[in-house]
Structures are given as C-alpha cells and as structure tokens.
C-alpha cells in the first residue's frame, strides 16, 4: 500500500510508518544523538527542498483563511471597544507567535511527522499522543472544518440574498455550509491530485480579498470616499476608542479564543521543519518573519473595518466583509468581496478536509480507531485499476487522477470526517465553535509547550537545531492557562464537552492499545 500511496509526507499528518506505537520513553532513549527515527525520517530526507521563501508562503497561506473575514464581529462584540478588539488581536497574535517559535524547537527536537501526537507521545508516554489523535478525530479536524464551512455558508448566502437583507435563516446558511462540505468530500474522494489543484486555485483569493480591504479601508479613511458617504463610519474620528471596554475577563476569553481562530494553523510551521534545506538557520526566520506579518495584516484589515464601518455593523454579523464591501463599494462590491472571501473559505475547507483525511486514515492503521478507516477506495481490497486508456483520455483524466487512477484516497476516512463536520454545522454556531474549537486545541498545544520545557530540564544535551527563547514557551504556557481556566466560567458547557471527549478517550486507549 505505501508503494502505491506515497503521500506526501508534509501533508500527512501522522507517520504512517508507525508514529505513536512503540517509542522509548525519554530516559531510555540515546540522549545527545536524538531519537529513533524510524521511516519517517526517511521521507523527510528524501526532500530537504523548501527555502526560506517556500516555508514562509506555506506557514503564511496556512494561517490565512476564514477568521480575518468572520472573527471580528466576536472578537468586537465581546472586547466591548475598537481599541480593545485591536489589543486583543496583538495579543493572539503575540499568543501564536510564541507558540509557533515553541512548536519550532520541538519540532526541531523531535523531528518525526506527525506534530503534538508524536511530541505528546515521547515527552509524557503514548496515552498522551492517544488522546490527541483521538481529539484531534473527534474535535479537532471537524470542529476546525465546521467552523470554515459556516462562514463558507454564510459568505455564500450574503452573495446570492445581497448585503442589505435582513435576517436570513440560519438553517439556510447551515444547509450551504453542509453542501460545500459535501463537496469537497467528493472531491477529495475522486483523486488526491483534483483535491490538491482546487487549493491551488482557490489558495490566491484569500490574499486578495485581504489586501482589497486593507487598501479600500486605507483609501476610504484618507478621502472619505465612499458608496454611501453617510453609511460611512465617522464614529473612529470622534468617539473615544476605549469607550465600552469590557471589565469582564470571561468576555476577554471568547474574544481572545475569536482572534486565536483566525491565527490558528501556526503548529504547522512544525511540517515544514523536516522538509526544509536548512532548518536551523530558516526555520526560526519562517516563524520570526511570518507570524510577524500575519500580526500586521490584521491588525490593518480591522482598522480598514474600523475606518469603514461603525462598530454596530462590524458587530453584528460574522460576514464583516461583505459589510465592508457594501458600504464602500455598493453592491457590486459587495458582491465580489463575498465571492472571493467564500473561494477563499472554499478552498480552506478542501484543504483541511485533505489533511483530516490522512489524519484519520493514520488513526485507523496505528488501530487506534477501527481498520476500515484505513481503507484505501471503496473496496478493502487493493485497488480501482484504471482500464487501458487512449492517449488523449489519458491526457484529459491525467490533469485530475491519481496514477492509480480515482478514488485511491481514504474515503471512509473523509467520511467519518464528513459527516462528525455535520454534526458540528448543525448544533454549533461561529462564537461556539470558536471557543470549543479554541478550548480543546489550546490544551494540546499547551500539553505540548510544557512538554518542551521537561524536555529542556530532562535532556538538556538534545540537539536542538532551534532553540527559543526560555521565556517564550513561559509566556505560552501562562496565557494559555488563563484562557483555559477563563473558558470554564464562560462557556462552561463548551469547556465540559472537550473534557468529556478527553474522558471518552482514557477508556478507549485501555482497549485500543492496551493499559
Ligand atoms: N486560521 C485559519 C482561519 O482563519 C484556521 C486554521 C484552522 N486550523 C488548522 N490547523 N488548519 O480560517
């Protein structure tokens, strides 16, 4: 099967050669010389061919996505003022950044594929790795696609309804979301090759839909210019930009877990590292460089919103930017922001199918979920051979099959993915989601960063390609902990949920992988 599948392994998010089964614990392993490092490694050599500029366009292009287009209106409503929602995007921001430089380290460390599975499973034992591939099955990679597919829906709907009606109702929005769920379900089916060209092609639009408003927000506050000059937002020019800030630090936590969303997918920066030809020297410009520029896209998109929109609009939908295109453009505008920011989604949403795919499919061939996860097509035998083709259908089916021709891709892993999606999109909303989302990833990553500090006390010889700043992973560890303990109290029933899947995964490794 793995001759037949060589997946890249960048984008796999687990090893399928066996991460997570097995590892010597840390005392026993060769201490200064670094793990075992099995067949993983191996693919990683194999393509040492990212430069600089490569990893910087993929940690950027990851990070990107939905949240900069739906995260304000959280995110405002919640800091209470524009200069607390500003200060809230500093600080995920600064949150991320310090994550991102640990995660480098360890990754740097601990050079296996397969992120906090693999670095949990080292650092604390194989339960710890367990319990986040099975979160990450279960919580993770849907509730992440759930959040995408709802604004996807939601953008989609203001595209066809136009920006100036009113309410429309959520299952609307929702039976979208599930539709373009749906389909990129298939398309991820078909081929592994269409999954890939539809990121490509939808990848761009992301950049372009944010630098359109940061450049209209820009001309729109030093002209005043604008489609309807009365809609315009004058309140940035007079009012006080901390007025109504939010005393409630519970408030301050939905708010911080809304910016975090839109930052999120800096842990990847850690698939890069083996892949790079000199991890050591680039690596830590990737993260220092990327995170950077992430930070201050941001930061000028929500004062565009700020210039253009009066804070009662940015807070009241999750589609800010079709908001934002109405009143500055009209609904031409309008129109074409939420065309390009649903691509964008889109294509955000076919990617992390992609990924979740995998992640799944590796779940089943470590056994930690039931084998036909693992299947390959439909059949669980081989494989869909393609019949003999002429030359020109080769041409015309070769832009869009696999060379084992359809199919070859973990179907009823996308499925499990597909449909655990739904049940999100159906019971969550966007600022639920969000904290849910935020809760569960941010314990993991928070697992992880501790994990980086026992290690540093525990092998201090380690080679470590990259190593950050001590008080980095501190300053990680500290933040998240507060908006951990912040989450209980203000979404007590999101914050039980996660610790229920937790829960649900202690007994299931007892009979999975055995006490
Ligand atoms: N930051 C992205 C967005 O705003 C979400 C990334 C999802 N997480 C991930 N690990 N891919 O849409």
């Not at 592994?192 to 060209?197: E, Q, V």
């Not at 891709?409 to 600022?431: E, H, K, R, V, W």
């Amino acid at each position: 099967l793995s001759s037949a599948f060589d997946f890249n392994s960048a984008l796999f998010p687990l090893s399928a050669s066996g991460a997570g089964a097995g590892y010597a614990p840390i005392g026993t392993s060769n201490g200064t010389e670094g793990y075992d490092l099995g067949n993983g490694q191996q693919n990683l050599e194999k393509n040492k061919s990212l430069t600089f500029l490569n990893g910087l366009s993929l940690v950027v292009g990851l990070i990107i996505g939905s949240g900069i287009f739906s995260s304000p209106a959280s995110v405002n409503s919640n800091a209470g003022s524009p200069g607390a929602s500003l200060i809230v995007w500093v600080v995920s921001g600064i949150l991320a950044w310090t994550g991102a430089a640990s995660y480098a380290e360890l990754g740097g460390a601990i050079p296996l594929n397969g992120g906090a599975q693999v670095y949990l499973s080292k650092i604390f034992g194989e339960w710890a790795g367990f319990l986040f591939t099975w979160c990450a099955v279960t919580v993770l990679k849907p509730g992440s696609a759930a959040i995408i597919a709802i604004i996807f829906g939601e953008y989609i709907v203001r595209a066809i309804v136009g920006a100036e009606v009113g309410d429309v109702s959520p299952w609307f929005n929702k039976g979208v979301a599930i539709f373009g769920l749906l389909l990129v379900t298939a398309i991820n089916s078909i081929s592994t090759k269409l999954g890939a060209r539809t990121s490509d092609v939808f990848m761009f639009l992301k950049f372009i839909g944010l630098l359109a408003i940061t450049v209209i927000g820009i001309i729109v506050a030093a002209t005043g210019w604008g489609y309807n000059r009365d809609a315009l937002s004058h309140t940035w020019k007079t009012t006080n930009w901390f007025e109504g800030t939010s005393s409630s630090t519970s408030q301050w936590a939905v708010a911080l877990y809304a910016g975090l969303w839109a930052y999120d997918g800096w842990d990847n920066t850690n698939y890069v590292v083996g892949e790079m030809k000199n991890p050591g020297k680039d690596l830590p410009r990737v993260i220092h460089t990327s995170l950077p520029m992430v930070i201050v896209a941001y930061i000028l998109a929500n004062l565009a919103y700020v210039f253009v929109l009066p804070t009662e609009v940015i807070n009241s939908s999750n589609t800010v930017a079709v908001a934002f295109g109405q009143a500055a453009l009209g609904p031409i505008g309008s129109l074409v922001l939420a065309l390009v920011v649903s691509g964008s989604c889109f294509g955000a949403l076919n990617a992390t199918t992609f990924t979740a795919g995998r992640l799944v499919y590796s779940a089943g061939k470590e056994g930690y979920i039931p084998s036909v996860f693992a299947n390959i097509g439909l059949s669980s035998k081989q494989q869909i051979r393609l019949p003999r083709r002429s030359a020109r259908a080769k041409l015309l089916t070769g832009l869009v099959a696999d060379d084992a021709g359809f199919f070859a891709t973990p179907i009823y892993a996308m499925l499990l993915n597909a449909a655990l999606t739904s049940i999100y999109i159906i019971i969550g909303d966007f600022t639920t989601l969000t904290t849910f989302y935020g809760v569960a990833s941010y314990l993991f990553y928070f697992a992880s960063v501790v994990g980086l500090i026992i290690l540093r006390v525990k092998e201090p010889e380690l080679e470590r390609p990259y190593k950050c700043w001590i008080v980095t992973p501190v300053i990680f560890c500290c933040v998240s902990l507060f908006l951990l303990s912040r989450a209980i109290f203000a979404k007590p029933l999101q914050a039980l949920i996660v610790f229920a899947f937790i829960a649900v995964g202690v007994p299931l490794f007892w009979w999975r992988v055995g006490p």
